[in-house]
């Protein structure tokens, strides 16, 4: 197969999610996060609009002093933080008050 998504044995397309992982200038990985394993299919569920293959859909990340992560997935319309050492998901901001939003930033101090 030539790009696309693979079929399984049972002719369907797997349910793809997104993965935050950090590595060193050698290489070798440092951390990983699973973000389908922060999420819950019932109360994260993807936009009616999307086709049921990409769960998350991560469309940007920013990473603070501090190391926490701030994420943005579009297909469930979901900005969340993961924080910098326990790499555990400590803020979520969901629908309906969001909707297939991109490129979450972190504020400055100085803007606040």
Same mark, same amino acid.
């Given at each position: 197969?030539?790009? @696309? &998504?693979?079929?399984?044995?049972?002719?369907? %397309?797997?349910?793809? @999610?997104?993965? =935050? +992982? /950090?590595?060193?200038?050698?290489?070798? /990985?440092?951390?990983?996060?699973?973000?389908w394993e922060? !999420?819950?299919? =019932?109360?994260?569920? =993807?936009?009616? &609009?999307?086709?049921?293959? /990409?769960?998350?859909?991560?469309?940007?990340?920013?990473?603070?002093?501090?190391?926490?992560?701030? +994420?943005?997935?579009?297909?469930?319309?979901?900005? @969340?933080?993961i924080?910098?050492?326990t790499?555990k %998901?400590?803020?979520?901001?969901?629908?309906?008050?969001? +909707?297939?939003? !991109? !490129?979450?930033?972190?504020?400055?101090?100085?803007?606040?």
């Amino acid at each position: 197969m030539i790009g @696309g &998504l693979p079929k399984s044995q049972n002719n369907t %397309l797997p349910m793809l @999610g997104d993965e =935050i +992982f /950090e590595i060193d200038a050698e290489g070798n /990985e440092l951390w990983r996060v699973k973000l389908w394993e922060l !999420h819950d299919p =019932i109360n994260d569920p =993807i936009c009616p &609009l999307e086709p049921r293959t /990409e769960w998350t859909h991560l469309n940007s990340l920013d990473v603070n002093e501090r190391g926490d992560v701030l +994420f943005s997935c579009r297909n469930n319309s979901r900005v @969340g933080i993961i924080d910098g050492e326990t790499k555990k %998901l400590v803020w979520n901001y969901v629908q309906p008050n969001i +909707f297939h939003q !991109h !490129h979450a930033t972190w504020q400055r101090a100085d803007l606040r």
